[in-house]
Protein backbone atom coordinates (compact mmCIF):
# COMPACT_ATOMS: atom_id res chain seq x y z
CA UNK A 1 0.00 0.00 0.00
CA UNK A 2 2.99 2.40 0.63
CA UNK A 3 4.38 1.79 -2.95
CA UNK A 4 0.95 2.59 -4.26
CA UNK A 5 0.73 6.05 -2.39
CA UNK A 6 4.34 7.02 -3.37
CA UNK A 7 3.36 6.21 -7.19
CA UNK A 8 0.84 8.33 -6.95
CA UNK A 9 2.66 11.22 -5.12
CA UNK A 10 5.14 11.14 -7.90
CA UNK A 11 2.51 11.35 -10.80
CA UNK A 12 1.31 14.84 -9.15
CA UNK A 13 2.79 18.05 -10.14
CA UNK A 14 0.79 20.52 -8.37
CA UNK A 15 0.71 21.38 -4.13
CA UNK A 16 -1.90 19.70 -2.60
CA UNK A 17 -3.07 22.79 -1.05
CA UNK A 18 -4.26 23.46 -4.51
CA UNK A 19 -6.41 20.66 -5.02
CA UNK A 20 -9.93 21.18 -5.89
CA UNK A 21 -12.54 20.30 -3.80
CA UNK A 22 -14.73 18.92 -6.92
CA UNK A 23 -12.85 15.24 -6.72
CA UNK A 24 -13.65 15.11 -2.50
CA UNK A 25 -16.28 12.92 -3.01
CA UNK A 26 -15.40 10.86 -5.06
CA UNK A 27 -11.83 10.44 -3.23
CA UNK A 28 -14.71 9.95 0.27
CA UNK A 29 -16.49 6.96 -1.69
CA UNK A 30 -13.00 5.60 -2.82
CA UNK A 31 -11.65 5.42 1.07
CA UNK A 32 -15.27 4.14 2.18
CA UNK A 33 -14.41 1.33 0.43
CA UNK A 34 -11.06 0.75 0.80
CA UNK A 35 -11.94 0.91 5.01
CA UNK A 36 -15.04 -1.41 4.17
CA UNK A 37 -12.17 -3.46 2.87
CA UNK A 38 -9.32 -3.39 4.95
CA UNK A 39 -8.27 -2.68 8.78
CA UNK A 40 -6.46 1.01 8.40
CA UNK A 41 -5.12 3.20 10.66
CA UNK A 42 -5.74 6.46 10.95
CA UNK A 43 -2.27 7.51 9.53
CA UNK A 44 -3.09 4.76 6.78
CA UNK A 45 -6.54 6.34 5.88
CA UNK A 46 -4.54 9.74 6.11
CA UNK A 47 -1.82 8.65 4.16
CA UNK A 48 -4.18 7.27 1.01
CA UNK A 49 -6.41 10.36 1.20
CA UNK A 50 -3.35 12.37 1.04
CA UNK A 51 -2.22 10.78 -1.93
CA UNK A 52 -5.48 10.29 -3.54
CA UNK A 53 -5.59 14.22 -3.37
CA UNK A 54 -2.34 14.47 -5.05
CA UNK A 55 -3.51 12.43 -7.77
CA UNK A 56 -6.40 13.69 -8.69
CA UNK A 57 -5.04 17.38 -8.83
CA UNK A 58 -3.50 16.63 -11.95
CA UNK A 59 -6.68 15.99 -13.53
CA UNK A 60 -9.65 17.29 -14.92
CA UNK A 61 -12.91 14.77 -15.06
CA UNK A 62 -16.64 14.17 -15.38
CA UNK A 63 -17.53 11.01 -14.23
CA UNK A 64 -20.74 9.30 -15.08
CA UNK A 65 -22.26 6.59 -12.89
CA UNK A 66 -24.97 4.35 -12.58
CA UNK A 67 -27.45 6.70 -10.47
CA UNK A 68 -27.11 8.94 -14.15
CA UNK A 69 -28.23 5.75 -16.20
CA UNK A 70 -30.77 4.28 -14.43
CA UNK A 71 -32.56 8.13 -13.79
CA UNK A 72 -31.95 9.27 -17.17
CA UNK A 73 -33.75 5.27 -18.42
CA UNK A 74 -36.56 6.46 -16.19
CA UNK A 75 -36.92 9.93 -18.10
CA UNK A 76 -36.70 8.58 -21.12
CA UNK A 77 -39.75 5.69 -20.43
CA UNK A 78 -36.95 2.85 -21.07
CA UNK A 79 -36.41 1.82 -16.86
CA UNK A 80 -33.84 -0.71 -16.62
CA UNK A 81 -31.68 -2.67 -13.79
CA UNK A 82 -28.48 -1.57 -12.48
CA UNK A 83 -26.74 -4.32 -14.32
CA UNK A 84 -27.98 -2.92 -17.93
CA UNK A 85 -26.98 0.52 -16.50
CA UNK A 86 -23.09 -0.93 -16.07
CA UNK A 87 -23.44 -2.72 -19.37
CA UNK A 88 -24.25 0.49 -21.15
CA UNK A 89 -21.27 2.69 -19.44
CA UNK A 90 -18.47 -0.01 -20.01
CA UNK A 91 -19.53 0.17 -23.59
CA UNK A 92 -19.87 4.05 -23.42
CA UNK A 93 -16.12 3.70 -22.35
CA UNK A 94 -15.05 1.36 -24.62
CA UNK A 95 -16.62 3.56 -27.87
CA UNK A 96 -15.73 7.14 -26.33
CA UNK A 97 -14.97 9.71 -28.95
CA UNK A 98 -12.17 11.84 -27.01
CA UNK A 99 -13.42 14.83 -29.09
CA UNK A 100 -16.77 14.40 -28.04
CA UNK A 101 -17.11 13.16 -24.72
CA UNK A 102 -19.71 12.12 -22.95
CA UNK A 103 -22.74 13.70 -22.63
CA UNK A 104 -26.42 13.43 -21.54
CA UNK A 105 -26.97 12.95 -25.58
CA UNK A 106 -24.67 9.96 -25.55
CA UNK A 107 -26.69 8.16 -22.78
CA UNK A 108 -29.59 9.09 -24.48
CA UNK A 109 -28.30 7.50 -27.20
CA UNK A 110 -27.17 4.59 -25.31
CA UNK A 111 -29.99 3.96 -23.77
CA UNK A 112 -31.99 4.23 -26.47
CA UNK A 113 -29.69 1.46 -28.44
CA UNK A 114 -30.13 -0.78 -25.59
CA UNK A 115 -34.41 -0.51 -25.83
CA UNK A 116 -34.02 -1.45 -29.67
CA UNK A 117 -31.74 -4.51 -28.28
CA UNK A 118 -34.28 -5.56 -25.96
CA UNK A 119 -36.95 -5.61 -28.44
CA UNK A 120 -34.92 -7.94 -31.06
CA UNK A 121 -34.17 -10.32 -28.21
Do not use: F
Not at 76 to 82: A, I, T
Not at 83 to 101: C, F, P, Q, T, Y
Amino acid sequence: MVKMARLMQSRSRLPVDLVNSMYDHHINEMLAIIRKNTKLTKASHDQIRHSLERYWSSYAVHVWGVDDVVGRSVELGYPMSEDAAIDILRDIEDHVDSELGITWMTLDCAISDWKLSQKES
